[in-house]
């Protein structure tokens, strides 16, 4: 397991932009799939976007088209860029790095986006 530690998140108006990185306490190169998940309160958690090792990866529908994931496996960091944020947008967004069970998570960075 890796310590990750999220930052970036803020206040941005609707339309803005926003990069979230997760920095690794150790490598990600064989890390099966990391990911970005967010979860408002009272609700479910949701998987936004995961990339693979291999480089495969996925989005939510309400998020494609306007988000970007990506690892830079030197750095041991993972990347999720964020544009046209929406006011629905806005909720802690949570860095998980998942690898056949041994899943590690970091604290969550708040993004909150204003109209």
């Known amino acids: 397991q890796v310590q990750l530690v999220e930052s970036g998140g803020g206040l941005v108006q609707a339309g803005g932009s926003l990069r979230l990185s997760c920095a690794a306490s150790?490598?990600?190169?064989?890390?099966?799939?990391m990911a970005w998940y967010r979860q408002v309160p009272g609700k479910e958690r949701e998987l936004v976007a995961a990339?693979?090792?291999?480089?495969?990866?996925y989005y939510a529908d309400s998020v494609k088209g306007r988000f970007a994931i990506s690892r830079d496996n030197a750095k041991n960091t993972l990347y999720l860029q964020m544009n046209s944020l929406k006011p629905e947008d806005t909720t802690m967004y949570y860095c998980?790095?998942?690898?056949?069970?041994?899943?590690?998570w970091g604290q969550g960075t708040q993004v909150t986006v204003v109209s």
């Open positions: 990339i693979t090792s291999g480089g495969s990866t």
């Open positions: 998980a790095a998942l690898d056949f069970g041994s899943d590690s």
């Open positions: 150790g490598s990600i190169f064989s890390i099966n799939t």
